[in-house]
């Protein structure tokens, strides 16, 4: 159940309880009086209940962009401390989870890649609900020490769960039973280092980046049947660069301009934009950058881009274009260390990113400026989230930041740090008053105990 999905299952119990009480008028004027209240209260009691059942159904949240619904989770947390329930994931993967309902769905691969595995965990006990079974894999591709055969995040609308492994694999599974609805194994491309761009969710279509050194191309599914809608072959030439210099791992961002859906899709040597419905290419940007990982996070006019895995610079893309923009569509670029795997952030005008050494870094949005840097230590691959004014930091050892973050540029502050056992490749989760957070081995489920 997303978000919206259940505001639309609260509204089913609110319509029925009206119904319910339109007799009435065949009730004595005093008992109408009281059945009447009761409703109220329970009313507000369902609709409360909606409003706080936020769910996450995408890797960086309901906004697709790290920004939390929340601002009451806890700051402090360790191995003894505001811990409700720790479970062992079995396999490994660094997918991060997604909720939908009761249950956190993520994937995980067993035997060296061989068995892909959807897994959901209750949120409430943290007991494991399923472990389903999606793919067996008789020929794996090597894959990058830092990269796992389980690292794109599945997506929800709150019906199904859509996992893919890349090359090895996409499937849908029914969100409360785990009922496989459908899956393919005929989306092929040679990734070089393993999988690792998650799914988007377009309305009823799910759109896969496929950028491999061998092809790179678009694909957008019909999220009930899994049969093809389109396919878009990526428009720039690509033949003045080795096929290492093809590939990318980014994963697709969805933006509205001017009350119209378009798809912002980073990759190799350059970023597109898409009408997600037809997957028609409306603007596309050159710049030379490849084996991309951070997805873009945009405001309502400009898209924020990291170019590449070495070196990655950040440019500011105007999303009002058409055509090869290359040389209009460009606000500014910053070129100066920015984020290799982690995403960025937006908060109070600024764009913030964590490198993958540990270094915190604050741009002016609409001027690329420089506001500050502040080392935070550690290394990363695990994207921030936004809690209110505070950023949250994970790195791949255990150790975490919560860090406030001023408004119009001020210099930040560290206000808690803490350590687990094991450190995270996934995103943190932050929903209610509630962290969930996936580590190499285990989820944990970090609330502050009454």
Known sequence: MSYRGGKAICWQYITRLYFAVLPLRLLPIGQQKMVRQSSVVLLLAIWSQCIAAEHWPDFRGPTLDGITNTTDVPIRWSESNNIAWKTAVP?????????????????SAEQEGHQLFAIAIDCKTGKIKHRILLFEIQNMEASNALNSYASPSPVTDGQHVYFSFGTYGVAAVDARDGTKAWS???????????????????????????????????????????????????????????????????????????????VISAAAQGCYCYDPATGREIWSLRYPGFSAVPRPVASSEVAFVVDGFA?????????????????????????????????????????????????????????????????????????????????????????????????????????????????????PIAVGKTLYLRTKQHLYCVSEKN
């Open 311 to 427: 070196n990655p610079s950040i440019t500011a893309v105007e999303l009002d274009g058409k055509g090869d923009i290359t040389l209009s569509g460009v606000k500014w670029v910053f070129q100066r260390s920015g984020p290799a795997t982690t995403s960025p952030v937006r908060i109070f005008n600024q764009l913030v990113f964590v490198t993958d050494n540990g270094v915190l870094t604050s741009l002016d949005e609409e001027t690329g400026e420089l506001n500050w840097k502040k080392r935070i230590g550690g290394d990363f691959c695990s994207s921030p989230i936004v809690v209110g004014d505070l950023i949250y930091l994970f790195d791949r050892t255990g150790g975490s930041s919560v860090v406030r973050i001023a408004a119009k540029g001020g210099d930040p502050k560290v206000i808690a740090t803490n350590r687990l056992d094991e450190g995270m490749m996934a995103s």
């Open 184 to 262: 393919r194994q005929d989306v092929n491309l040679d990734h070089q280092e393993g999988p690792g761009s998650s799914p988007l969710l377009c309305k009823n279509r799910l759109v896969l980046h496929c950028d491999g050194r061998d092809q790179q191309y678009v694909l957008a599914l019909d999220t009930a049947t899994g049969k093809t809608v389109w396919r878009c072959k990526r428009s720039l030439d690509l033949s003045e660069v080795g096929d290492f210099a093809r590939k990318a791992f980014t994963t697709a961002l969805l933006v509205q301009l001017k009350g119209q859906d378009r």
């Open 91 to 107: 396999g490994r993967g660094w997918s991060t989870p997604v909720i939908t309902g009761p249950l956190l769905w993520m994937s």
